[in-house]
Nanobody, 122 residues
Framework: QVQLVESGGGLVQTGGSLRLSCAVS????????MGWFRQAPGKERESVAH????????YVADSVKGRFTISRDNAKNTAYLQMNSLKPEDTAVYYC???????????????WGQGTQVTVSS
């Protein structure tokens, strides 16, 4: 059983920063590609950022490029989303996802976290 647990969400003012964490537990010895998605009320889920197993390949959506950075620490089985210069339109529930494999992927994830709320006040 693979489990993903997000943390680090909260309320922040416009221009502030947050770092989300996603801890993966479960099948030992399995490599995982990971990603972050978000969903605002009344909107479809949006792809935010993705990273390959070794961190050598990353993708960041245009809507957050230059402000968000994805990284990972495999020793801690944890992926991170550093969010800077936050805007009210970044307000959403943020989900992390994982899929067994080493390559960067943008979709087709197998496992999902429960989500963490990020609220940016104006």
């Amino acid at each position: 059983q693979v489990q993903l647990v997000e943390s680090g969400g909260g309320l922040v003012q416009t221009g502030g920063s947050l770092r989300l964490s996603c801890a993966v537990s479960g099948r030992a010895g399995t490599d995982y590609a990971m990603g972050w998605f978000r969903q605002a009320p009344g909107k479809e889920r949006e792809s935010v950022a993705h990273i390959s197993w070794n961190g050598g390949s990353t993708y960041v959506a245009d809507s957050v490029k230059g402000r968000f950075t994805i990284s990972r620490d495999n020793a801690k089985n944890t992926a991170y989303l550093q969010m800077n210069s936050l805007k009210p339109e970044d307000t959403a529930v943020y989900y992390c996802a994982a899929r067994a494999g080493t390559y960067l992927i943008l979709r087709g994830y197998e496992y999902w976290g429960q989500g963490t709320q990020v609220t940016v006040s104006s």
